[in-house]
């Protein structure tokens, strides 16, 4: 592995030091290059530049493997623990018992919204984007709870997180039940935290759903899978905003909209409408394929290909598996299932996707999970901001913590016109 490398710029020798992480990746230290040499670098999307050290999340995309604080995702699966998990991420340890019914109690505590927040129900049209009402209410979390705008003291710091992952509970559930003209449901204090979600969304007054143990389970893991994904679009989104010292609420709010996106969180319901597509004989999985690999781009085969992962994102793995499980339990199939199979089948038999190291990712089976669970195509981005909230908390705060953080700023390569007269607009 090399300790550094050298920069020859005008006959000059500049040497770089090299940064390496745990896991002996390397990265080329550039932050003396432009005062050193009038050079920047040029990485559109980031993808060859890490933007940040961290401690948090652990990805190796070639081998397929997924750690939170260096723990293998795959060790949550036994006893599926959501809150366990977000206090992990966030705090940096596994918490003692202690700690988790510490963090229980201030989560029950934060179940209800506000009342001028609840209101604000009334006045959004039933068709709203869940995922535009969801951004809308976290960043109104700042008008209503004005005391957590600056979190520099520990205890206000958890006692704003605990706010948002409680309350977005509420506000996921409450949105959906505006959505039907339903009433909406009060959380339960005594439901642990994925009961009390299925609880909101599906009971009707008198008449409490009744939520069986395999189904909190898969909720759970759900959650847990979309917790943190170390810099992911809407990550670097919450720690961009949260570099110019921001609120939590407002740093939320905009991974929130960054999720939003069929690129990213929101592919989830790309894949569920392309799945029902298929299945109404709209297209068949082979002309699915087909048009994923036209040239002209217009389609995607939504839940396949990383950025990151040029294996298979062993989050798809666990969420294929628990499908089984689930369906085994609801003692039912769903032909969607099967054609996802199909799908699968059928790309990572086409050089087209092999060559490209493209597989499924998250999004591929998450959806079909939801569906499961009576959850609707429209509340599935919502689902994975609610699993993904801890994740941008612990970004955000590892950022606020790091006293060597700076603004988020990047440089540019300006290719625009050279420097030009105005002209009056009589003369034009
Ligand atoms: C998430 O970053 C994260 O960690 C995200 C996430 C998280 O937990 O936060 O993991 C969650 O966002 C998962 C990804 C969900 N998005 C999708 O499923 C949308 C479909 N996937 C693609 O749009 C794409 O694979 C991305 C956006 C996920 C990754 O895009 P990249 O890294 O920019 O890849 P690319 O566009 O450069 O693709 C490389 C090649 C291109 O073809 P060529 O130019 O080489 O001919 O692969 C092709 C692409 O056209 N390609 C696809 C494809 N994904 C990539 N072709 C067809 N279908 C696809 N899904």
């Known amino acids: 592995m090399p300790e550094k490398v050298i920069l020859v710029v005008d006959g000059q020798e500049m040497e770089l030091p090299i940064v390496t992480g745990t896991e002996g990746e390397q990265a080329v230290d550039i932050t003396q290059l432009r005062n050193r040499t009038g050079l920047t670098t040029y990485d559109p999307s980031f993808g060859n530049t890490s933007a ?38 966030i705090f940096g340890r596994l918490p003692k018992r202690d700690d988790l019914a510490q963090f229980r109690d201030q989560l029950t505590a934060n179940e209800l919204l506000h009342e001028g927040l609840r209101h604000q129900f009334q006045h959004i049209p039933v068709e709203a984007p869940p995922m ?9 979390m700042a008008c209503f709870y004005p005391g957590f705008l600056s979190l520099d003291d520990s205890d206000t710091f958890t006692e704003a997180a ?30 642990r935290y994925c009961a009390n979600l299925l609880h909101m969304i599906f009971s009707i007054p008198y008449q409490q759903h009744v939520v069986t143990p395999e189904i909190e389970d898969a909720l759970n893991l759900i959650f847990i899978l979309h917790a943190d994904h170390e810099q992911n679009c809407s990550a670097a989104t919450v720690r961009t905003v949260g570099s ?32 029902e597509r298929i299945h109404q004989g709209g297209m068949s999985a082979a002309d699915c394929i087909a048009a994923a690999k036209a040239r002209d781009k217009k389609f995607r085969l939504y839940g396949f290909g990383h950025r990151v992962y040029k294996n298979y994102d062993p989050r798809a793995k ?20 099967d054609i996802a199979r199909k799908l699968e089948e059928l790309a990572l038999k086409d050089s087209y996707f092999v060559d490209r190291n493209l597989y499924p990712n998250v999004d591929f089976y998450s959806g079909i999970l939801l569906r499961a669970m009576g959850i609707p195509t429209n509340m599935f981005t919502v689902c994975f901001a609610i699993g993904r909230l801890p994740g941008w908390i612990a970004q955000w705060k590892e950022q606020h913590d790091d006293a060597d953080s700076r603004i988020t700023r990047p440089r540019q390569v300006y290719v625009g016109p050279p ?5 009056p607009i009589a003369d034009r």
């Open 318 to 337: 666990l969420l294929k598996q628990a499908c089984d499980r689930v369906f085994a339990t609801v003692d039912r199939s769903d032909p969607l299932l």
């Open 244 to 275: 110019s010292h921001a609120n939590l609420f407002a740093s939320c709010a905009a991974g929130v909209s960054a999720l939003w996106g069929p690129l990213h969180g929101g592919a989830n319901v790309e894949v569920l409408q392309m799945l």
């Open 52 to 89: 940040c050290k961290s401690t948090i999340t652990f990805i190796d995309g070639e081998k397929g493997i997924l750690r939170y604080r260096g723990i293998p995702i795959e060790e949550f699966t036994e006893a599926p623990n959501f809150v366990e998990v977000a206090w992990l991420l």
């Open 162 to 191: 605990a706010r948002l992952i409680s309350k977005v509970r509420t506000i996921a559930a409450f949105s959906y039940r505006r959505s039907l003209g339903l009433p909406i449901i009060y959380p339960d204090p005594n439901l």
């Open 419 to 423: 420097c030009t007269a105005y002209v």
């Open 132 to 140: 535009a009402i969801l951004s809308a209410m976290l960043s109104n």
